[in-house]
Structures are given as C-alpha cells and as structure tokens.
C-alpha cells in the first residue's frame, strides 16, 4: 500500500474541548480518542474522516466524549493523515484493522448509554419476583424517558455548537440526568 514512510503523518494529539481550533482539511485521516484518568489511557473510540474537523462537530459520539470529559477524563484525539491518493478501500481496511486490534467500546453501539440503561432493566427484571411487575413497567417507563431526555440533549449538543455558548449547560442537564436516574433506583 505504502511505498515510503514519508507520506504518513501523524497529528499532534490534542485535547477534546480544543477540538473546534482543528483546520478545515479534505484530507483522509484514522483518528483515535482517547480516555485518560490518572495513569491509565484507553482508546476509547477509532474513526476514519475525510474532514476531521467537520466530523468531530457532528460526531455521534459527542454526547459520550462530553460525558468522559466532565466526569474527569481527560479525553485527547490524535490520529494518521493517510496518503494521498489513498483508495476509500484502503483507508476503511486500515480503519479496520486498528478497530479491531485496540477493540474501542464506543466503536460498539453495546456501550452506548441508552443500551448500557436497558441492560440494567433487563438485568433488574431477570432477578425480580412475578409479583414486582409493576417494578418493571416502571423502569421500562423511565427508560423511554431517559431515551427521549438522551436524544433531545443530544440535539441540544448539536445545536450549541452553533450558538457556541449553551454547551456547559447542555453537560450539566446530562450530568443530572444521569445523577436522576441513579437516584431513582436507590
């Protein structure tokens, strides 16, 4: 695929709140974030991007890397510029590769919040008595809600990028939304 070393480059890792500072830039890039507190560091998530820019603004994940972020991970992205003239089969193959070599958890849907809260249901429900059925009912019912609050906030994140100053009160709501639902199960 490669004929020289020279024609990859490596970006400067950089942390995640500082994302937005990253240029407009058409050129193909395996990106890696990375969630660190104290001495362990883990690659939480490996994308491939044609405008790294562009697709950190509008990530899927951004609510999940904005929750890491303010529980107190420090959360960093560097990455590979591939070369140029790299074929899209190339790139999505080594995209691949290091998917599957570091295996990042929110490469997986499974460890997304909303289905890490079903799992918990189903786990509380597994080990309930039939009599406890109303206990179900009502934590399937605040799992629908907990979902719509999930996707609305999510919006929310993505449309205070563009008013540029809601996003500290957008991570508060998660951050009580969360504390919220903890709550209700103790």
Not at 56 to 80: A, C, D, P, T, W
Not at 83 to 105: C, D, L, M, N
Not at 147 to 176: F, H, T
């Amino acid at each position: 695929m490669l004929n020289r070393t020279s024609e990859v480059f490596s970006l400067e890792e950089m942390a995640w709140e500082n994302s937005h500072l990253l240029p407009e830039d058409r050129r193909k890039v395996i990106y890696f974030v990375t969630a660190m507190q104290g001495e362990n560091r883990e690659i939480v998530y490996v994308g491939l991007a044609h405008n790294l820019s562009k697709r950190l603004r509008s990530h899927h994940r951004k609510v999940e890397f904005e929750f890491l972020n303010r529980m107190g991970y420090q959360v960093k992205i560097f990455g590979i510029v591939l070369p140029h003239g790299i074929s899209e089969r190339q790139a999505q193959s080594v995209h691949v590769f290091y998917t599957r070599i570091f295996q990042p958890k929110l490469n997986n849907d499974y460890h997304s919040f909303v289905v890490i809260q079903a799992e918990q249901i189903k786990e509380q429900f597994e080990s309930c008595e039939p009599y406890q059925g109303g206990y179900f009912k009502t934590h399937i019912k605040k799992w629908e809600q907990n979902r719509c609050r999930y996707e609305g906030l999510k919006k929310q994140i993505e449309n205070c990028d563009q008013s540029g100053d809601e996003k500290e009160a957008v991570i508060n709501k998660i951050w009580e939304a969360g504390k919220e639902y903890l709550m209700a199960d103790i």
